[in-house]
T-cell receptor, first 112, second 114 residues
Framework: DAKTTQPPSMDCAEGRAANLPCNHSTISGNEYVYWYRQIHSQGPQYIIHGLKNNETNEMASLIITEDRKSSTLILPHATLRDTAVYYCIVRGLRYNFNKFYFGSGTKLNVKP | SQTIHQWPATLVQPVGSPLSLECTVEGTSNPNLYWYRQAAGRGLQLLFYSVGIGQISSEVPQNLSASRPQDRQFILSSKKLLLSDSGFYLC?????????????FGPGTRLTVT
């Protein structure tokens, strides 16, 4: 699996967009980018995933560079409840089973 | 809808004592099941996973074991706990067919070994 690199922590003002970067320079053609987040003392929660096109859902947007070597998770209007550790995972798509390896992630601190 | 349960929520055990953590899933059949551990201030470490009853795969060698006696039941055990076994234990499930992209996590068990 491709290795990912994320900054250990970031700050964001409440109501502003939070842009969380992830580098995955060794990603292969069939590997997807997945994002999860973990609010303190809870289990991780799926946010979004993508292959090469930009993706958007009710939680966030995922922007993947054209060379696919990096991506950015965007929370358009961060709230205090978005304070969490955000994990970027690169993994091939499977159809009946998969394993995710969660690194250290980025601790996002949303401040009032 | 699907629900995943874990118990107990918190546990304090002395070194050398046994351990049994239970995870059950409701509302789905034949899920894939996973046990993770998170040491204080660290990322999640995948410990075991199971694709069916009695089928257990271990990710890292340790003094823990897992069992899946029923389709939607996953148990994490130890015969003798070590101080290093302290942490936040999370059970998760995923679908067993179709495009896979999401794991669903339980509320976790916080284990302190003293």
């Amino acid at each position: 699996d491709a290795k990912t690199t994320q900054p250990p922590s970031m700050d964001c003002a409440e109501g502003r967009a939070a842009n969380l970067p992830c580098n995955h320079s060794t990603i292969s053609g069939n590997e997807y980018v997945y994002w999860y987040r973990q609010i303190h003392s809870q289990g991780p929660q799926y946010i979004i995933h993508g292959l090469k096109n930009n993706e958007t859902n009710e939680m966030a947007s995922l922007i993947i560079t054209e060379d696919r070597k990096s991506s950015t998770l965007i929370l358009p209007h961060a709230t205090l409840r978005d304070t969490a550790v955000y994990y970027c995972i690169v993994r091939g798509l499977r159809y009946n089973f998969n394993k995710f390896y969660f690194g250290s992630g980025t601790k996002l601190n949303v401040k009032p | 809808s699907q629900t995943i349960h874990q118990w107990p929520a918190t546990l304090v055990q002395p070194v050398g004592s046994p351990l049994s953590l239970e995870c059950t899933v409701e509302g789905t059949s034949n899920p894939n099941l996973y046990w993770y551990r998170q040491a204080a201030g660290r990322g999640l470490q995948l410990l075991f996973y199971s694709v069916g009853i009695g089928q257990i795969s271990s990710e890292v060698p340790q003094n823990l074991s897992a069992s899946r006696p029923q389709d939607r039941q996953f148990i994490l055990s130890s015969k003798k706990l070590l101080l290093s076994d302290s942490g936040f234990y999370l059970c998760a499930w995923s679908v067993s067919s179709g495009p896979y992209y999401e794991q669903y996590f339980g509320p976790g068990t916080r284990l302190t070994v003293t």
